[in-house]
T-cell receptor, first 115, second 113 residues
């Protein structure tokens, strides 16, 4: 079974600074997807970034980037130049490379960006 | 393009009753996924529907069921409600071919008293 672990229940960062959220996962699969989702107080789950396991290059989306370490089964999210609007719950998720498969989520990290 | 919609926003039921939650996917999406987000926990996969059929289900009892209609909208039914069923229920949709791009709705908050 695949499990996803987020070891930081809460984090805070000053506006304009950089913060890194940690995620580890356990799987015997060789091909899979990893995701970071953001859930603001509005409850809407928003995809932040996606990484395909067969790609060695780390994914980036503007201020968001990941550090994907496949051998270590680690997938951290770095947020640069933090903004107040980044305040949200962040969930790491895993999905096998099988059509229609479900996602497995971590318990989440609550990030607060302070002015 | 309209996103995934869910109704109702909030639902309050008493223990033992039945709850029905509804989801409309993005136009062109044929797959619908249901997730349960209990307080303080991550999302737990409930059900996957595609082309009107239940394709996969998570580790939940049979009193969690649902269906998908010909227009690809979906219903989640929870029978014999228990207090621990109180949670945010999220629906997501995708195309069948690109299932790793799941778009989420705003959720239905179910409270069981």
């Amino acid at each position: 079974a695949q499990t996803v672990t987020q070891s930081q229940p809460e984090m805070s960062v000053q506006e304009a600074e950089t913060v890194t959220l940690s995620c580890t996962y356990d799987t015997s699969e060789s091909n899979y997807y990893l995701f970071w989702y953001k859930q603001p107080p509005s409850r809407q789950m928003i995809l932040v970034i996606r990484q395909e396991a067969y790609k060695q290059q780390n994914a980036t989306e503007n201020r968001f980037s990941v550090n994907f370490q496949k051998a270590a089964k680690s997938f951290s999210l770095k947020i640069s130049d933090s903004q107040l609007g980044d305040t949200a719950m962040y969930f790491c998720a895993f999905m096998k490379h099988v059509r229609g498969n479900d996602m497995r989520f971590g318990a989440g990290t609550r990030l607060t960006v302070k002015p | 393009e309209a996103g995934v919609t869910q109704s109702p926003t909030h639902l309050i039921k008493t223990r033992g009753q039945q709850a029905t939650l509804r989801c409309s996917p993005i136009s062109g999406h044929t797959s619908v996924y249901w997730y349960q987000q209990a307080l303080g926990l991550g999302l737990q996969f409930l059900l996957w529907y595609d082309e009107g059929e239940e394709r996969n289900r998570g580790n939940f009892p049979p009193r969690f069921s649902g269906r998908q209609f010909p227009n690809y909208s979906s219903e989640l039914n929870v029978n014999a409600l228990e207090l621990e069923d109180s949670a945010l229920y999220l629906c997501a949709s995708s195309t069948r071919q690109v299932s790793y791009e799941q778009y989420f709705g705003p959720g239905t908050r179910l409270t069981v008293t």
